[in-house]
């Protein structure tokens, strides 16, 4: 038998489905109906609804009247338009960075910590781990500028971010490597002040997700 939980139901059908579509398992252009997702967690269709209300805000999904609603595919433009916001968030960031001595030691701890976290998933090639070490990474980036318009700007895009990288590392499972390699080079000129090399790398490896789609 389903049960309303209210805003906690809104909340865990909200996350399913999110989750759905960043990973994949929800493909652009699939219809998904509220029926559906509140069979797959036991709740009724009001608060799954509530949630695609959300979704559609987002735009991650088109409502369909008496239908449900529809997996809105990534577009080239769209990836291109998410990269083109992530390349001046993060640069604006690090900018704010450097003038500032550069990251403090926790910040530094947990770079390298994470690091650690996309080698080990690199090593399981665990495409889903990676991509969430990928993601806390770079919001470590922002996060060591203090600036808090720049983390609220980038947790704006985090989804977009992550459906794109998911996409781009399953094309190849070398990609993978590829990604981790480009963190070791950001973390390295991030850390040792290296504006420079940082903007370069930081380009570089946007550039890779180009064309992904």
Known sequence: MTVNAGPVAA????????????????AGGQLVSEAKIGAELGISRTPVHEAFLRLDAEQ????VSRRGAIIRPMTPSEATDVLAMRQGIESASAAQ?????????????RIEENLRQQEAAVGAG?????????DDF???????????LARQFYEQLRGRQQRLRTMYLRIDPGNLAAS???????????????RDGFTAALVAHLERYQGAI
């Open 180 to 194: 981790y390699a480009d963190h070791r080079t950001l973390a390295d000129c991030f850390v040792r002040g290296d």
């Open 60 to 63: 991650l999904i088109e409502l």
């Open 138 to 148: 770079h919001a470590l980036l922002i996060e060591a500028s203090r600036n808090p």
């Open 126 to 134: 665990d495409v889903a781990a990676f991509v969430d070490a990928d």
């Open 97 to 109: 960075t450097f003038a500032a001595g550069g990251p403090d030691a926790e910040i530094t701890r």
């Open 11 to 26: 909340e865990r059908a909200y996350a399913h489905t999110k989750a759905q579509i960043i990973s994949g398992g929800l």
